[in-house]
């Protein structure tokens, strides 16, 4: 099987897949958009009239978020993200002196549902602000709500590059990078590693995912840059729950290095499958699905996570302002000791961003929320954030791998937490 045309069939399918969520997204957008921008106009003006930091009422944040379908578990945990932001920027006088009400829906993990939430948000529960839903899948549509109701949407996940092609001016993805820098720091760290440790050959599999493949296919090309001969390269519909005959293959290739694009249960499922038939790689590398925490160990096999790694936004050893407030408080509700997943993480950090934005200008005016981001950085558990004029974030992820039960960041040196790399990868249990 020829690479570049793999590389370009990959490039068709998540092409098609987001411009048919496009012409979903703005068809559906527009049968909303009038009476929506009439009414959030309106609500941004009644705010600035009235003065949004005199009013005793309750400020309004609508949500639409995957609660069930495929994306319920990434879902739940930015859902436990929000709700732990909400608790304590409550418990802290809220916002503008106002307390925070969180407006949820649940879109099913569909992206029709996701447009019909947030126009009901926007038109009929008349919401004051915004914050996104799980990935770019959901994403994509919801911004497009979004824009043509002149209202910022902070999203946790949906770093896709086809969602800022459009150069949207109201959206901002809330982690350091979009997805095809996802691959930046474990690519750099192969390049660092002496000669006989580096892979010789890799093979790549990937969800139909608009976030997940562009990892993956930006990876493969700057590892196939460096010399590492790509053996073994597919993708596969997201619907897909068995893995079995793509390990059989990757087995058969006996590459050196895997990197699955994952977002949960297929993350688990080839995890398995490679169990089963056998094979285990020196190094292997995994999107998402690794930053699930206690949900993935315990999917695969806490002896099964080991050596496995995985880019992330976020690191529960990390000093960032308010990361201990966060953990605590996510522990008060979810279970003592339990580590917050990735995705929570990021729900928390997207609010954050929204919050100091609000703080900032003083008021609820949806453009100079807007105006004021794309001017300036915010503090947040993830670190600083920062967006170009299309919401792009400016920074660089982390590199994380599972290390005797529990997760290191191993790159970059100055927020690694340990110099050790498990390398090879240790064999399945």
Known sequence: MSTSRNRVGRRMRVGALVASLAVVSMVAAACGSNSSSESSAGSAEASASDGAAASTDPIRIGISLPLTGDFSQPGGEAKKGYDAWV???????GLLGRQVELVI????????????????????????????TFSSLLNFPASTVAENNKMVLVAPAGGSPKIFEANPTYYFFAQQAIGPDQANPFVNMIAGLPDDQKPKTAAYVTQDDPF????????????????????YSEVYPPETTNLQPFASKIAAASPDLIAQGAVFEDGVSLVKSLVQVGYNPKIMFQTSAPSNGKQYSDAVGIANTEGIFYAVSWSEKSPTPGNAEFIAEYQAQNGAGLVPAEDAADAYAAAEVLATAVEATGGLDNTALRDWLHANAVETILGELSWDEAGRPQGDFLLAQWQNGGVEIVAPPEAATTDNLVMPKPAWQ
């Open 212 to 231: 997940a493949a562009p990892v993956i296919e930006s990876m493969q090309a700057q590892l196939e840059a460096m010399g590492v001969e790509t053996v």
């Open 105 to 132: 829906l649940d879109d099913a993990s569909s992206q029709e549902q996701v447009v019909t939430d947030y126009n009901n948000l926007i038109s009929q529960e008349k919401v004051d602000l915004l914050l996104g």
């Open 87 to 93: 608790s304590l920027i409550n418990a802290n006088g």
